[in-house]
């Protein structure tokens, strides 16, 4: 049972661009989100996040916005840089016991210069 | 300050061995989670450790196991190892648990150990 899904598994942007990319929740329970970025033999790293009474966040050419009632987030990247080709992952938790960080399968991102 | 490093990084075993993977957290953080990424099912969660004990497990058999020691590090151990248990683990660490933050964020993660299983 996928909770938090990345449906589209790659994604190319032209550098300068805007990179768009999706993520969908069925947890009501969740009430917080992150995304994490990861290149290739490196652990992920935590790029940017979003609590559930928010609807966006910034931080510099990274912008997150949730829809609670679509179940949806969204991560954009404007301008795109070829250093941003990497997976990047979504990931949910909610709060309490055991609330454990639930990832997506991730999207790799390809920036074209 | 030092990152989270793992050891080994690279691991080839065969079906049917054991494994035990070590991480090592940043300094003065006192939980570490594990998990598997696997191409097909993303990262996977599989334990938190917090003051050497378990505070939260994922949906694993019981060949996987961990542990933490009073230094913080922790271990992770898999038994009779099967082809599927090919995967990435990757280790991260935090100055707090889930339970305590409410919240999965602040979490660093080290390189991971690429283990193979012939």
């Known amino acids: 049972d996928q909770q938090v899904k990345q449906n589209s598994p790659s994604l190319s942007v032209q550098e300068g661009r805007i990179s768009i990319l999706n993520c969908d929740y069925t947890n009501s329970m969740f009430d917080y989100f992150l995304w994490y970025k990861k290149y290739p033999a490196e652990g992920p790293t935590f790029l940017i996040s979003?609590?559930?009474?928010?609807d966006k966040n910034e931080d510099g050419r990274f912008t997150v916005f949730l829809n609670k009632s679509a179940k949806h987030l969204s991560l954009h990247i404007v301008p795109s840089q070829p250093g941003d080709s990497a997976v990047y992952f979504c990931a949910a938790s909610k709060t309490g016991a055991n609330s454990k960080l639930t990832f997506g399968k991730g999207i790799t991102l390809s920036v074209r210069p | 300050k030092a990152g989270v490093t793992q050891t080994p990084r690279y691991l080839i075993k065969t079906r049917g061995q054991q494994v035990t993977l070590s991480c090592s957290p940043i300094?003065?953080?006192?939980?570490v989670s594990w998990y598997q990424q696997t191409p097909g099912q993303g990262l996977q969660f599989l334990f938190e450790y917090f003051s050497e004990t378990q505070r939260n497990k994922g949906n694993f058999p019981g060949r996987f196991s961990g542990r933490q020691f009073s230094n913080s590090r922790s271990e992770m151990n898999v038994s009779t190892l099967e082809l599927g248990d090919s995967a990435l683990y990757l280790c991260?660490?935090?100055?707090?648990?889930?339970?305590?933050?409410?919240?999965?964020?602040?979490?660093?993660f080290g390189p991971g150990t690429r283990l193979t299983v012939l």
């Open positions: 979003i609590s559930s009474i928010k």
């Open positions: 991260a660490s935090s100055s707090s648990t889930f339970l305590t933050r409410g919240k999965g964020g602040e979490q660093f």
């Open positions: 300094s003065g953080h006192r939980s």
